[in-house]
C-alpha cells in the first residue's frame, strides 16, 4: 500500500506573507473570517476519500474558531503548531520564537485535547540562518517538523537539505525527525510539486506523476495547502500581476485538483505515518 502525507496550514486569508504588510496585528480582528468554511470543505472532500490529514494551525486562529478545531479532531485529523501568530522565523529572536511556539502549542492543546507533536514554520522559515529552531523543538518535546524546503526561493529554501525525512537531532530521549517538503530531481536541481502554490500553478499531470514517482520507490509524498487557496469569494487585494498570479491562479479549480491527487494512494497524517514507520 501506498502512504502519502496530507497537510492544511491553517491560517485566513490575510496571514500569508506576501499580504501581511497591509495587515497589521491590530487589524486582524478587523478582517472578515473565512477559514473555517474553507477548512469544513477541505474536511468533507477528505471524508469521501477516507483520507486523514495533519492540520498545522495557528494558535491565534485556533483561538478565533475553537469549534472548527474541535470539529477537526472529530472527524479524526491531527492538530499540530504553525506557529501563533505567523511571524517568519528569521524575524525572531530564539526567545520570541520559544514563546511563540508555547503560546501556540497550549492553546491548540487546550482546545484539541490532543498533544501536539509536530510543528511547521510560516514560510517555510527554517533556513539555514534558522537552524537553531531545531534545537528549540526538540528542547520543546515536539518529535517532528516539516518546515525545510530543499529548493532555491526568493523567501525560503535550503537546497543542499535532505530530500527525504531525517533525524535533524537526537539527544538522550529527545529526537527529532525532520520531513522536507517534496521535490523531483530533474536536471540537476531540486524541483518543487507539493502543494501550495505549486499545486495550482503547475499542470495537475506534474504534481500527479511526482506522487506516483515518490509511490513507485516506495516513498511517500507530501501534499500541503492553505484554507485561503480553495476560497474563490475571499477579498481580492491589488498586488501587481505576478504576485496576483501566484498568490490567485486556479482556485477556483483548486479543490477538483486536489479530489484528482487524492485518488493516488492512501493519505493519512504525520502522526500516523511516524506511528506507521516507528521512527520515533
Known amino acids: ?136 523543538l526538540a528542547a520543546e518535546n515536539l518529535v517532528y517538523d516539516s518546515s525545510i524546503y530543499p529548493i532555491m526561493h526568493d523567501r525560503y529554501g535550503v537546497p543542499n537539505a535532505p530530500r527525504q525525512p531525517y533525524p535533524v537531532f537526537s539527544t538522550g530521549d529527545k529526537r527529532l525527525t525532520e520531513f522536507p517538503m517534496p521535490t523531483l530531481r530533474i536536471f540537476g536541481k531540486n524541483i518543487p510539486f507539493g502543494g501550495g502554490g505549486y499545486m495550482r500553478l503547475f499542470p495537475l499531470f506534474y504534481t500527479a506523476a511526482g506522487i506516483r514517482r515518490y509511490n513507485k520507490t516506495g516513498q511517500a509524498a507530501i501534499l500541503y495547502m492553505h484554507p485561503w487557496e480553495f476560497d474563490a469569494d475571499q477579498p481580492k487585494l491589488d498586488m501587481g500581476f505576478v504576485q496576483k498570479f501566484r498568490h490567485y491562479h486556479n482556485i477556483k479549480e483548486n479543490l477538483n485538483r486536489l479530489d484528482v491527487l487524492l485518488r493516488i494512494g492512501t493519505w493519512i497524517s504525520f502522526r500516523d505515518y511516524l506511528e506507521i514507520n516507528k521512527l520515533n
Open 1 to 136: 500500500m501506498n502512504f502519502n502525507i496530507l497537510s492544511v496550514d491553517v491560517e485566513e486569508w490575510f496571514h500569508p506573507e506576501a499580504v501581511r504588510h497591509r495587515f497589521p496585528f491590530e487589524s486582524w480582528p478587523e478582517q472578515p473570517r473565512r477559514v473555517a468554511g474553507n477548512v469544513i470543505k477541505l474536511l468533507d472532500l477528505f471524508d469521501r476519500h477516507q483520507a486523514k490529514a495533519t492540520f498545522f494551525t495557528l494558535g491565534w486562529v485556533a483561538g478565533q474558531e475553537p469549534e472548527m478545531i474541535r470539529e477537526i479532531v472529530r472527524r479524526g485529523h491531527e492538530i499540530a503548531s504553525h506557529s501563533h501568530l505567523h511571524r517568519m522565523i528569521t524575524t525572531l529572536t530564539p526567545d520570541s520564537f520559544r514563546s511563540d511556539l508555547r503560546q501556540s502549542i497550549d492553546i491548540l492543546e487546550q482546545i484539541s485535547g490532543q498533544k501536539v507533536i509536530g510543528f511547521r514554520a510560516p514560510t517555510f522559515s527554517v533556513v539555514k540562518e534558522t537552524f537553531w529552531a531545531l534545537d528549540i
